[in-house]
Every structure is written in C-alpha cells, then in structure tokens.
C-alpha cells in the first residue's frame, strides 16, 4: 500500500515537471498495476472537492458527498479514456503508427496529475485562477507525453491533442449528446442540481419554493 | 542549523495559512448543508427571519449597523480604539439607532470564543490583547477574519456567506426595535473587512428588510461585489495615506477601468458610489480614522472628523435631522476635547516611559 501511495506521488510530481523519464516509464508499462489510473482518479475527486461548493449549496449529506467525490473520480476518467480514444483515432489516421490505444489512455490519465491538487480551487479569491492554472498545467503534460509517445515529434502531438479536443467537443453537442445527459443526469441524482447551476441559480431556486429544502440523499 | 529550523517554521507556517484558506469556506458552506447540526434551518432568500416580539418599536428615523473590522473576536470583543469612537458616534449621531451586535465574520454571529472549534485558543488570545491591545498573536484573529473577507468576496461563496450574514443583521435589528416592513432607512457602516461584508449582505438584506440600505464603508476593502447593485448608496471614506483600502481595486478586477461593464463600474458611473476624501488618515495606527491624537487641518481630531463626517452624510441623505446634529455635536464638543486632551497626555507619557527606558538601558551597556 505504502509502495503504491509512494509510486501515486513520484507519476504525480514528476509529470507534473514534464519529466521524460516519468512518461517512458507509462509507455513501458513499469511500476504497480493502477498507479496511472488512480491519478486519474484521485485527480478527479481532488477537483471536484475544489468545486464542492456546489454539493454544499445542494446539502448533500457528507456520505453523499464522499460518494460524489468518487463518482467524479470515475465519470473524469471516463471522460479522459474519451478524449485519448479521440487521439489515438486522430493519430492513425493523420501519422500512421501501432501505437496501442492503451499507451495513448495511460499517458492521458497521468495528464491529469495536476488535478491531484484540483482541491486548492476551495482557496477563497485564489481558487478559480490555480483552475485554470491547473488546466492549461495538464493540458501540456499530455502533450508532453504525446511529444514523447511521438518519438520527439511535437507537431504531430500537438495536432492530434488539438484535433482530438475538437472531435470532443463536436461530439459532445452532437452523437455524444445521449452519453452527455447519461452524465448529467448522474450528477443531479447526486447533488440535486444541474451541472452548470451557479450558486445564485440554486438560491433562486429555493427563494421560490414553498419551503426550504431538505438535505439531498441519505447519510 | 539556525537557517534550516527557520526555514522549516516559515514552511510550515504559509502550510498553515494555506490550510487556513483552505477551510475558511467550510464554516459558512458547512452551516447552509446543516453538517454541524444547527437548530435552527438557515434563511430563504427574499424572506426575513422573525425575531420573539416582546421589544418596543424603536422611535429613530433611522438606524446605523456597525459591521467591525478584521479586528474582531465577536460583536462585543473589537479593538479598544472602536469601542471607543463608537461611544462618542452615538453621541454625535442623533435620533439614529446603532445596532453594534453582529459580527460579520461569521455566518451565524457566533463570536470566536462562542462554542466553536478552537475557542479557548482564541480565548487566550482575547486576554492577551485586554492586557496589550497590540499582542503580536492579534495577527491570527486578523487573518482569520481575512479569509472570511476572501470568502464574502468569492462569487462562489458569497451567496452563502452573505445571505447568512444579512439574516443575523435582520434578527439584530429587530431585538433593537426595528420593524421589518417599516420601510425605515437602515444604514450599514463597515469599517476596513466590514465594507465588504456590508456590500456583500446588502444583496439579501434589501429584499428581506424591503428598506432602502446605504452603505458607509470608512477604509473599507471592497470587491465588485454584486450588492452594489441592491443598495441605494455607497459613500466610500478614505484616507489619502491608507493604502488598505485601496486593496479592493488592485485585487478585483471587476473595479478595473478596463472592465467599464462590471456591476461596480456601471454602479459608479450611475453615482451610486461616492468616494468620501477623509485627508491624510491611514488605516492603522495612530493616524487612523479612529485616532484621536492626530487632527485634521481643521484642527478636529481623526476620530471626530470621521464621525462628523458621516453625521454629514446622513444629514444630506434626510436621515438626521439637521438642527439635532447641530445641538448634539455642540454638546459633545466639550467631552470630546477633553478625551482628545487626555490620549495626547497618555501618548506623550508613554513616550517618555519609552525614552526613559532607553536611556536606562543604554547607560547599563555604557
């Protein structure tokens, strides 16, 4: 267990320095089974504790809560197994390789090492600017480890990166609308509300109800 | 050795400000959930929460909510130099009621040495400031009532926070007489941290009290709070030598000329701020706006000029009636410059006793 927490925050840190090293070792496959995929993880339920204001504003009960740090852990992984599929297709089509898909999705998930500190977004005034910080942070360390993957071709990793974002994206308000509101309607059996909701929206909601809510969800 | 044990403190001190940070949110987000177990459910936006009747309807025209500093350790336990002002405020302030019991930094008005997580260590640091009113650990208190500034500010937070505090000002000012649905003028007056608060709970506190709310900030750190938009008036007094205040338009960038969209700015250009020159008053110290050894060109001292010049204020916005001010600043006139003349005799005492003491010193090592 201690070997795993220990491997957890070497892949952590030191793609967050974009170390080579640190991605050869991904493509390699070396170190515990699941390392790269409980960054992901973690990097998940770490952002989403950040972002807790709005299971707070919905009073969910703090088990539902936990409970919704884990699911987010998931439903992010899952998002970024998405968007390495997206890659991987761009990168056979465009640069013809066998790369596994594998390779592309354990690179991806450690990209999201720096959302292993996606808590400090809780940081009042501070917290939505480390956000973005921590975004445009794991953006480059996928592409990092794509320029790696690509043998040192930044270009090729870049545009498959980009492309693979927008093939996201276009997917998201077309075909993929259906898995979208699969997701979305996950997170409001959650928490209670819709996922883009600002806190004021909720407290206009409640302003208009007859009666002041009850918590969300069991213990 | 030396270098290395410092280096670990200052570490693990910006930790514990981090962790500070961290869970300066949780307090007022853990209440609205109802984790910490409350009795009572928190407000509704739009609703006020009714208060035991039993207390007479007050007779002022209008009413002055103190919102204290960062300073602060609950309603009662602020710095010796607010207590003070304020004593001669409520003299100068005629026909006004001043409702000084809500402590804006927290969410339900419990004091830091109320039943809370780490009580007796605040408790201790209270004494300690009774015994020295500038104890180094004043430091603490400070920066915890800093955050829970960051978080009134925080547009994630503030709804929360703010709704909180707006509904502790409603239950205070209904124990003090007011009538909600009278449709008296209530007046929030913050001081340095309490400025935000005030622009922050004026959001639910005019639909709550359906009164028209101003807001008198004296070196009040303020953000583009969206409250400017739910008061009838800000004036902003300020010390040309207080560079606190002045925080407010560094840090949010809503207050940028660059942003001529943002709530604040659209709000001052509708003159519904007023920036108030208080002239060469810092924000701490003994110049500040409560200092009474210091004095304007006009020969009044810091203290007073502060409160006349929100008793002016008042006055032009009809919340005072003119010849009462008149006649209640002619009476207090005398006391107040007897008081100014005995902290300029205590200032110059201490002064010697420190000089005193320094010569001493210096002929043991001579």
Not at chain 1, 116 to 142: E, Q
Not at chain 2, 42 to 65: F, H, I, W
Not at chain 2, 293 to 300: D, L, S, W
Request: with cysteine.
């Amino acid at each position: 267990m201690f070997e795993f927490l220990r491997m957890m925050w070497l892949g952590t840190t030191e793609a967050m320095k974009l170390n080579p090293r640190a991605f050869q070792a991904v493509m390699a496959g070396t170190g515990p089974e699941g390392v790269i995929l409980a960054i992901a993880i973690l990097g998940g339920a770490s952002l989403l504790l950040g972002q807790s204001v709005i299971l707070f504003v919905n009073r969910v009960s703090p088990g539902r809560f936990l409970l919704s740090l884990f699911m987010n852990g998931i439903i992010f992984t899952l998002s970024l197994a998405v968007w390495a599929l997206a890659i991987w297709l761009t990168g056979r089509v465009l640069f013809p390789n066998e790369i596994p898909y594998i390779t592309v999705f354990r690179l991806v998930c450690l990209g999201a090492a720096p959302y292993v500190f996606g808590f400090l977004v809780l940081l009042p005034y501070a917290g939505n600017f480390i956000g973005k910080v921590l975004s445009v942070w794991s953006f480059l360390v996928v592409l990092a480890g794509l320029t790696t993957l690509a043998a040192g071709n930044f270009w090729a990793a870049l545009v498959c990166t980009a492309i693979g974002w927008l093939i996201i994206t276009v997917m998201s308000a077309t075909i993929g609308r259906p898995i979208i509101n699969a997701r979305n309607k996950v997170w409001k059996q959650l928490t209670g509300s819709e996922m883009d909701a600002s806190v004021q929206d909720i407290l206009t909601q409640f302003a208009s109800e007859d009666q002041t809510p009850k918590p969300k969800g069991g213990a | 050795m030396i270098l290395s044990t410092l280096s670990l403190l200052f570490t693990g001190l910006i930790l514990l400000i981090i962790v500070g940070a961290l869970l300066a949110p949780l307090e007022s987000l853990g209440w609205w959930a109802g984790w910490y177990g409350e009795k009572e459910t928190p407000p509704v936006p739009g609703r006020a929460t009714a208060v035991a009747a039993g207390v007479p309807e007050t007779t002022a025209k209008s009413t002055l909510v103190y919102l204290s500093g960062i300073g602060a350790i609950d309603a009662d336990s602020i710095p010796q130099e607010e207590i003070d002002w304020g004593q001669f405020a409520l003299k100068r302030l005629p026909g006004v009621l001043v409702v000084p019991d809500v402590y804006p930094y927290s969410v339900t008005n419990a004091g830091l040495t109320a039943d809370r997580g780490f009580s007796k260590m605040y408790a201790w640091m209270e004494q300690r400031r009774l015994e020295n009113p500038y104890d180094a650990l004043q430091f603490v208190i400070n920066l915890r009532n800093l955050f829970q500034v960051a978080v009134s500010a925080d547009r994630r937070y503030g709804p929360i926070y703010n709704l909180g505090v707006a509904n502790e000002i409603v239950k205070a000012l209904q124990l003090r007489g007011y009538r909600v649905g009278s449709g008296k003028p209530v007046t929030l007056l913050g001081f340095s941290g309490g400025g935000q608060v005030s622009l922050g709970a004026a959001t639910y506190l005019q639909p709550m009290l359906k009164a028209p709310v101003r807001i008198i900030s004296v070196g009040g750190v303020m953000s583009d709070d969206p409250g400017v938009d739910h008061m009838t008036k800000l004036y902003h007094l300020y010390g040309e030598d207080d560079p606190v205040q002045s925080l407010g338009e560094k840090l949010y960038a809503g207050r940028w000329n660059w942003f001529p969209n943002s709530e604040w700015n659209k709000a001052l250009k509708a003159g519904k701020i007023e920036f108030v020159s208080m002239g060469a008053m810092g924000h701490n110290g003994p110049r500040n706006y409560f200092g009474w050894t210091a004095f304007t060109p006009e020969g009044k001292s810091h203290a007073i000029a502060t409160i006349d010049k929100i008793g002016d204020i008042m006055v032009q916005d009809g919340l005072i009636d003119p010849a009462e001010l008149q006649a209640a600043r002619a009476a207090n006139d005398p006391e107040a410059k007897a008081y100014e003349a005995a902290r300029i005799a205590e200032a110059e005492a201490a002064k010697a006793a420190k000089e005193a003491k320094k010569n001493k010193e210096a002929k043991v090592e001579a």
